[in-house]
């Protein structure tokens, strides 16, 4: 028996094993990375809906809603509502957020805010 031959074999076959055990784990790691990644599209969002929902920007709504029925045409509380969506706006370009999430989220008062900056 070639004794060289089986050993060459042998080293072959772990190599290939040590070999497929380092690419499972890149796959591995690359999913945990991009799952990681998700998650924290969520939570960014998450805050984004909080913040959407608190004060001021609860009372700056509210503001603009008022003096919109009253006819004020742009009341400048409006801005701040603009900046907001303008800063989402800039975090789904750069893929920070989701944007199909961010429109199942915020697309209604997108649409309404478009409408009360007199832009469309």
Known sequence: MDYKLI???????????????????????SRQLTQGREAKKVKHLVEFVEEFEREPMAYSRKTVAEKRLKGTA?????????????????LVRRGYLDECDVWSSFGYWMSTSMRTSGTR
């Open 74 to 90: 742009y009341p400048p509380e409006a801005q701040k509502i603009l900046d907001f969506f303008e800063t989402i706006g800039l």
């Open 7 to 29: 050993a060459d074999c042998t080293t072959a076959v772990a190599t290939t094993i040590i070999a497929g055990t380092g690419v499972c784990a890149l796959i591995y790691a």
